[in-house]
């Protein structure tokens, strides 16, 4: 009985696409206020510093991270300040 509720349910997720893996993104973006602190990519955008890892507040305007093109917009807070090709 357990054994066939679970193949239902695992089934039933790959049916609708809740486990489904995203395609590689062909180009990514630079998106500006939505990093943690300290989880930052390089440099500021201001020049305050030139590492990653250096943000000392969450979603400052000028730390960014990388997300995959077209999803930047879709964050509360977030600006897409540069496209870059995905390597």
Known sequence: MIKTTLAVVFGT???TGAMAVPEQPS???KCAG???AGKNKCGALDGS???GGQ??????KTEWI???K???DRITGGKVVKIV???
């Open 66 to 68: 990388y997300v995959p």
């Open 27 to 29: 180009q990514w973006e």
């Open 55 to 60: 943000a000392k507040f969450d979603n400052m």
């Open 13 to 15: 997720l790959i049916s």
């Open 49 to 51: 510093h030139k590492c």
């Open 85 to 87: 090709p995905a390597k």
């Open 70 to 72: 077209g999803t930047c």
């Open 34 to 36: 939505v990093s943690k």
